[in-house]
């Protein structure tokens, strides 16, 4: 018997990515959301880039080799399909506190022996 192909990595990335676009557009339809022109030209561009080119970006820098979309397409995606499930204002999320940083810590102030009589 023969051993099977390992699945090509591109291939799947490919065709998640354009199932992750249809399902995007599918709940939101189905939900009743109107997605903006600019959200449904969106899926449609990176759909029509991802089935003619293999990927919908052109800068290697820009996402991973195997990788179908760019990291920024990814979290659009991800933002369009928050919105279309009813999740908030499509997916937004708190600022991450910022801390104190690297700056100078306040001196610690010891008592003295006149301040405890």
Known sequence: MRAKKPPDPRAQARKAALNALKRARRTAD???IELSDWEGEFL???A???ETYGRAFGDPEKGGAGQAMSVNQT????EIAAKAQGKGKGGERKP???GRG????????EA???DEN
Do not use: C, D, H, T
């Not at 979290?75 to 991800?78: A, E, F, G, P, V």
């Not at 690297?102 to 102030?109: D, E, L, S, W, Y």
């Open 96 to 98: 991450m506190n910022r």
């Open 30 to 32: 189905k939900a009743g």
């Open 48 to 50: 029509q880039r991802i």
């Open 112 to 114: 003295s022996a006149e």
């Open 102 to 109: 690297f700056g100078r810590k306040a001196p610690k102030v």
């Open 44 to 46: 449609g561009s990176v």
């Open 75 to 78: 979290i659009k995606l991800k």
